[in-house]
């Protein structure tokens, strides 16, 4: 049966990091949560638990979304449940760095289908239920490298860029129909995968920020929950940098 009542947000990739802040900040604006996981099970049902410990609601949704057979099976469960869809979140990503003349080909198609190829899934899926409503919110996590590029990160780099591409055009496209589609390039920011930079690197890095300081998930889902809002009514095609004031 539709519940068409509820505001409903879909957020990819969300049983960690960037995704379980922006999971958890919706939830606490009041949207009805699809929490989207691949492998992570456990991690995610932890995200739902903590929605749902704060008031929340929330649901989990298992899918691959460099799959096309994944999303439309998830899209037909969105569509069967709740009719509609408010906001899509696309924030599903992997990284496989290393320098361009070590690229494997397989380092290369995994990043650009978990970062790329996944957005074009999702965000066609998305508007065709937002086309029917007239009204939706579509926001692509990318990433300032998209813009500046990075040694080490040719595949990630040209992923992220293709997603910036790719959100002007969704947005020219999707405006007529009342559907914003927006993308917000975060900088440096602490998570299990910065984690793992060394020390020295890490301090080298935060020496490029002018608020000398790595950025937190929280900002990247404050940003996420303003885009997402009826506050940014009349944003559309942007690229809103979450950086501290890196790229500039």
């Given at each position: 049966?539709?519940?068409?009542?509820?505001?409903?947000?879909?957020?990819?990739?969300?049983?960690?990091?960037?995704?379980?802040?922006?999971?958890?900040?919706?939830?606490?604006?009041?949207?009805?949560?699809?929490?989207?996981?691949?492998?992570?099970?456990?991690?995610?049902?932890?995200?739902?638990?903590?929605?749902?410990?704060?008031?929340?609601?929330?649901?989990?949704?298992?899918?691959?979304?460099?799959?096309?057979?994944?999303?439309?099976?998830?899209?037909?469960?969105?569509?069967?449940?709740?009719?509609?869809?408010?906001?899509?979140?696309?924030?599903?990503?992997?990284?496989?760095?290393?320098?361009?003349?070590?690229?494997?080909?397989?380092?290369?198609?995994?990043?650009?289908?978990?970062?790329?190829?996944?957005?074009?899934?999702?965000?066609?899926?998305?508007?065709?239920?937002?086309?029917?409503?007239?009204?939706?919110?579509?926001i692509n996590i990318a990433s300032v490298v998209g813009i500046t590029g990075n040694a080490g990160q040719a595949n990630y780099a040209a992923a992220k860029a293709g997603v910036i591409g790719f959100t002007k055009s969704a947005a020219k496209e999707l405006a007529a129909r009342g559907i914003r589609v927006n993308a917000i390039a975060p900088g440096f920011i602490e998570t299990d995968m910065t984690d793992a930079i060394p020390e020295k690197i890490r301090e080298g890095m935060l020496?490029?920020?002018?608020?000398?300081?790595?950025?937190?998930?929280?900002?990247?889902?404050?940003?996420?929950?303003?885009?997402?809002?009826?506050?940014?009514?009349?944003?559309?095609?942007?690229?809103?940098?979450?950086?501290?004031?890196?790229?500039?």
């Open positions: 049966m539709e519940n068409t009542a509820v505001k409903t947000a879909l957020v990819t990739g969300a049983s960690r990091g960037i995704g379980a802040a922006i999971a958890k900040k919706l939830a606490a604006r009041g949207f009805m949560v699809i929490i989207n996981y691949g492998h992570s099970s456990a991690a995610a049902e932890e995200v739902k638990n903590q929605i749902e410990q704060a008031g929340g609601q929330a649901v989990l949704m298992q899918g691959d979304v460099s799959s096309g057979d994944d999303v439309d099976r998830m899209f037909k469960d969105i569509k069967k449940t709740w009719g509609k869809l408010d906001v899509l979140v696309n924030n599903a990503g992997i990284n496989r760095d290393t320098l361009l003349v070590r690229m494997k080909e397989d380092q290369w198609d995994a990043v650009l289908s978990t970062d790329l190829k996944s957005v074009f899934f999702t965000t066609k899926a998305a508007a065709s239920l937002m086309m029917r409503q007239r009204s939706g919110s579509i020496e490029t920020i002018p608020l000398r300081r790595g950025g937190k998930a929280e900002d990247v889902a404050n940003a996420v929950a303003f885009l997402a809002s009826d506050d940014a009514g009349y944003i559309t095609g942007q690229v809103l940098k979450v950086d501290g004031g890196m790229v500039m």
